[in-house]
């Protein structure tokens, strides 16, 4: 964590002109604090953590080279448990009592969702968050700053590119929430698009789901392809299940996978999955904002960036150029202003633009798929 440090004054005279300020109303925000609540523990913790890495890769080599307008970030991190109702509960406490100048690369389509009236009620911007929900987009939230696709854009190429390849044989297993009805809208629109129906559709709970019978099912309509929409864990755990039933079926899932962690969890069926990208490939200098990334990581020692640091690593950019238009003083309403007139800032080879009308930031979108040595092949 990187903290802002106050130096104590402890003459009398000093005293008073604090108290004097404090009685006329001195910014009530902590200079550049900014709250990340997310889901550390459960079932999407090994994404969030790798989002939370690249964020502070970012933040720790701007602040080491003097912060923005002299002032370092603060980034406050809190476990939501991947719960909504945890999420607003502690984003409130973020805002209210850690005076935060925004929320910042939160986890999950329905806990941003719920974050929605908070955000205008305590008039305090979203900036990142790791969800690519529709909802989020359209229509467009005044408070909330993507910095990536749509779930549904994914969804929609990847069908289109199996289709494209001759696989006309695709199942879609979908969470039971609002990130599976979203990214399964797109799914739809990619079969529409390639001419094709779903050989099965079904759904499964949240929260720690059973796939033998799904496994058994998905296996029974000799499926050549599986769009899996869920979290890395239990993405993860449907794979497993399918693979014991003898199923070689083709798996695809989406970006909210596309970690190392995710890697890890899948073990011995890593290789052959299909993951959708929204950030050019971590390991491809041609992008000067890879580049970037990957330099600052050799700085502090790191053996390189993943996808999901480098989502978390672009959300951070973003946020900090907001933070330098903003101004000396920032509050969460200037911030959210200066963010409102961002217009084709070069984030390094991809232009992220915000107006009032358009706040989805970005709009890549790729395809990726795990190598024998466990890496994310373009």
Known sequence: MTHHHRTLFFKPWATLWLAGLLAFGAPAWAQLRIGMPSGFTGSVAAGVKENHEGARLYFDTINARGGVHGQKIELITVDDKFDPKVTVEVSRALITQQRVLALFLNRGTPHSQALLPLLAELKVPLVGPSTGAMVLHEPVNPWV?????????????????????????????????????????????????????????????????????LAKQLHGSNSQAVMVIGSAGNTANAVKAIRATGSRTQVVTLSNNASDGFIKLLGEHARGVIVTQVFPNERSVAYPLIKEAQEFAKAKGMPGVSPAMMEGYAAAKVLTEGLR???????????????????????????????????TGLDFADLSIVDANGKFRR
């Open 145 to 213: 700053f993507n910095v990536r696709a749509t779930y549904q854009r994914e969804a929609a190429k990847a069908i289109e590119h199996l289709g494209s390849t001759g696989i006309t044989r695709i199942a879609v297993l979908e969470t039971d929430d609002s990130f599976g009805a979203d990214s399964a809208a797109g799914a739809l629109k990619g079969f529409a698009k390639a001419n094709l129906k779903p050989v099965l559709h079904e759904k499964f709970p949240r929260d720690k789901p059973d796939f033998t019978e």
């Open 325 to 359: 238009r903003a101004g000396p003083n920032p509050t969460p309403v200037t911030l959210r202003d200066a963010l409102d007139n961002l217009r084709n800032y070069d984030l390094g080879g991809l232009t992220v633009q915000y107006s009032p009308s358009n706040h």
